[in-house]
């Protein structure tokens, strides 16, 4: 089971800090650079930029300070007998400083933690060491993927928002033109920054969560097909049916016929 022993978010040290600790910390202790910072493991010295993180192991030696003022981070502090296999199998690199893919998702994950943390409570343990797994594992598959270019790298946490917001509200009707300006961005250059986040175009991606949402809403409810077309931002119930056909396989009138079948229809196909 993995602990939590203690942890900081967007902790900042106007005068700059060090912090030393030439056996080790005693436990794991992962820290977020927020600000340009020397990081010196074992006597060797590394220029860390803002927005990368690192994971020092309970006995490595090592030592942290600012490169520029104010100095800010997140950390962590945690202990575990399953952390270093947890590690290894996430493939994570101990005491190497990592590029982060998505700041958001690293602070809100520290911040979740902090707020378990607070609140107490009798699984308050339990949830924690879910929470720490989950966090590793985002951070291994973040870093594990395709790299990003740097260019288009800052935008990722503000796609991944927008992204969540198309699924989370598939009736609300919008533009590409109204999209890209969420993240202030030309309308080709937020398509090509999409689809290379994603894998996907994002009008594939709009479609994609329309419809999931209309089987959903076939499968279980009493509407009619009309209705799941408008609850699903759709205008026109022809067009509903015919984007459906096209991409599920089946029309709606099927597709809910099959509900109670053993063998649903098909997934979106792209």
């Not at 982060?100 to 409570?121: K, T």
């Amino acid at each position: 089971m993995l602990e939590l022993v203690s942890c900081g978010y967007h902790h900042v040290h106007p005068d700059g800090i060090t912090i030393d600790r030439p056996r080790g910390a005693g436990n794991y202790a992962f820290v977020f650079f927020k600000s340009r910072s020397e990081v010196i493991v074992r006597g060797r010295s590394a220029v860390v930029e803002p927005g990368a993180h690192i994971i020092f192991g309970p006995d490595t030696p090592h030592l942290y300070r600012e490169l520029e003022r104010p100095f800010a981070n997140d950390w962590f502090h945690c202990v575990g007998e399953e952390m270093g296999a947890l590690l290894d199998e996430l493939g994570y690199p101990l005491d190497e400083p990592v590029k982060a893919v998505d700041a958001l998702q690293i602070s809100r994950g520290v911040i979740e933690l902090r707020r378990v943390q607070s609140n107490g409570g009798r699984l308050a343990g339990r949830i924690l060491d879910l929470e720490l797994r989950g966090f590793l594992m985002k951070l291994a598959n973040a870093t594990q993927a395709a790299p990003l270019p740097d260019k288009v790298s800052g935008y990722y946490g503000a796609f991944v928002d927008l992204r969540s917001s198309l699924y989370n509200a598939p009736h609300e009707r919008t533009t590409v033109e109204a999209l890209a300006a969420r993240v202030n961005l030309s309308k080709s250059y937020f398509q090509h920054s999409y689809k290379q986040f994603f894998g996907v175009p994002v009008m594939t991606d709009m479609i994609a969560a329309r419809l999931e949402y209309a089987k959903y809403l076939l499968k279980n409810s009493r509407l009619s097909v009309s209705e799941v077309s408008g609850l699903c931002g759709y205008d026109n119930d022809t067009h509903f049916m015919r984007q459906f056909k096209k991409y599920v396989r089946v029309t709606p009138k099927r597709y809910r016929d099959a509900r109670d079948s053993d063998r649903g229809p098909g997934q979106i196909t792209t």
